[in-house]
C-alpha cells in the first residue's frame, strides 16, 4: 500500500526545468510544487507546455536543465520506466490502451506485481469504474471514449501509485460522462497525489485544490482554485474565457 503522505508536504517540485522538442524551447524556466493534501491543476492555452510538464516529469522529454525532485530526491535523469516504478503513474492525452487487447489483458499487462495488495486495488478500481467491470472480456477498442479513458485511468492507479499525472482526461467526452470523470478523481485523490491537464475549466475548477496557470512554458500565476473561479480578469487574460454578461430584461 501506498505511504500516507503528511498534509502539505511537498510530494513533487519542479524548479527551473527547460524542455525542447527539436529546436523548440518548450519549457523555458518551468517552477512548480504538487503538495500532498491537494489536487494541483496545470491550465493554460494551447501550446504553453502543459502536456510536455507532465511527460518531462515522465522523462519521457528529459529536462535539458533544472531539478525535478520526488518525495525528496531527484528524477530528472532517470529513465521512464525507473520513475514509474517510484510510484509515479501517468494517463496520457492518447490513453494509452491496447485495443486488440481486453479490459481484463489491459489491467493485467498494467499490473507490475499480482499479490493481495494488487487485488485489492484492482477490486477497488472495478468498484469505482463498474463499466470495466461489465466489459471485463471484451476488447478494449469497442469502448466508448469515456469507458477507453476510465479504462487509461484505471491502468495507471492498479500499481501502487503516489503521484498520478493524468492529461486532458475530459477532451472529446460528453458533459454526462465528464462529470463522472470528476466523482473518480475526487475518489483517487483520497488515496494519490494527482496533477491534472485540463482545458476545460468546469472539470479543472471541480476537482482542483490548487493552480497553476502556464504560458510560453513559465508558470505565470498560481494559487487556490477556489480564488482562480472568481477571477475573471485572469481566466480572460490567459484561458480566453470571458464573464458571461447577465441577461437584461
Known amino acids: 500500500m ?18 525542447f522538442i527539436g ?13 500532498a493534501d491537494a489536487v494541483t491543476v496545470l491550465i493554460g492555452r494551447n501550446g504553453a507546455g502543459k502536456s510536455t510538464t507532465l511527460r518531462t516529469v515522465m522523462g519521457l522529454l528529459p529536462a535539458s536543465q533544472g531539478k525535478i525532485v520526488y518525495k525528496g530526491k531527484e528524477i530528472q535523469h532517470k529513465k521512464p520506466y525507473q520513475i514509474a516504478r517510484l510510484g509515479i503513474g501517468f494517463v496520457p492525452e492518447d490513453m494509452g490502451i491496447f485495443a486488440n487487447l481486453t479490459v481484463e489483458e489491459n489491467m493485467r499487462v498494467a499490473m507490475l506485481v499480482e499479490d493481495d495488495a494488487a487485488g485489492q486495488r484492482l477490486a477497488r478500481t472495478l468498484e469505482m469504474f463498474k463499466d470495466l467491470k461489465n466489459f471485463w472480456k ?8 469515456g469507458q477507453k479513458q476510465m479504462l487509461a485511468i484505471a491502468r495507471a492507479i492498479v500499481n501502487e501509485t503516489s503521484l498520478l499525472l493524468i492529461d486532458e482526461p475530459s477532451k472529446g467526452l460528453a458533459p454526462i460522462i465528464v462529470d463522472a470523470l470528476i466523482d473518480a478523481i475526487n475518489q483517487i485523490k483520497a488515496h494519490s497525489v494527482v496533477i491534472l491537464v485540463e482545458q476545460n475549466f468546469y472539470m479543472a475548477s471541480m476537482v482542483g485544490d490548487h ?31 470571458s464573464k458571461v454578461a447577465p441577461d437584461v430584461a
Open 23 to 35: 529546436h523548440h524551447h518548450i519549457l523555458q524556466g518551468l517552477s512548480f510544487e504538487a503538495k
Open 211 to 241: 493552480y497553476y496557470i502556464l504560458d510560453d512554458g513559465l508558470a505565470v500565476h498560481n494559487g487556490k482554485m477556489t480564488d482562480l473561479v472568481d477571477n475573471d480578469e485572469l481566466k480572460s487574460r490567459y484561458l480566453g474565457i
Open 2 to 19: 501506498a505511504e500516507e503522505p503528511n498534509l502539505n508536504e511537498t510530494i513533487l517540485k519542479v524548479a527551473d526545468a527547460h524542455t
Open 138 to 145: 471484451a476488447q478494449a477498442g469497442v469502448l466508448s471514449g
